[in-house]
Nanobody, 115 residues
């Protein structure tokens, strides 16, 4: 059974940092592309960052230069490091992986950027 579990969200002031984690069970993360999405209230879910099995990364324009994505294969975990956070980064953040032709999502973790 495949499970993705996000953690690390919370309340942070503008300009602050958070690191989100997405830990998988039932799949080997290093063989998959893993995406981080976010969804703010009243808005569509949007792709924020991606890391491929080969380690290539890309980011939404709105987070380039502020967010990084990395993986720890030994821990079967992908991280989203978020720096210089802005109020507009407030959203529920989800990780996603496609494995064996099936789309898997975590339950999401809330990130709130507010003073």
């Amino acid at each position: 059974q495949v499970q993705l579990v996000e953690s690390g969200g919370g309340l942070v002031q503008p300009g602050g940092s958070l690191r989100l984690s997405c830990t998988a069970s039932g799949i080997i993360f290093r063989f998959t592309t893993v995406d981080w999405y976010r969804q703010a209230p009243g808005k569509q879910r949007e792709l924020v960052a991606r890391i491929t099995s080969g380690g290539f990364t890309n980011f939404a324009d709105s987070v380039k230069g502020r967010f990084t994505i990395s993986r720890d294969n030994a821990k079967n975990t992908v991280y989203l490091q978020m720096n210089s956070l802005k109020p507009e980064d407030t959203a529920v953040y989800y990780c996603n992986a496609v494995y064996s032709f099936t789309d898997y999502w975590g339950q999401g973790t809330q990130v709130t950027v507010s003073s």
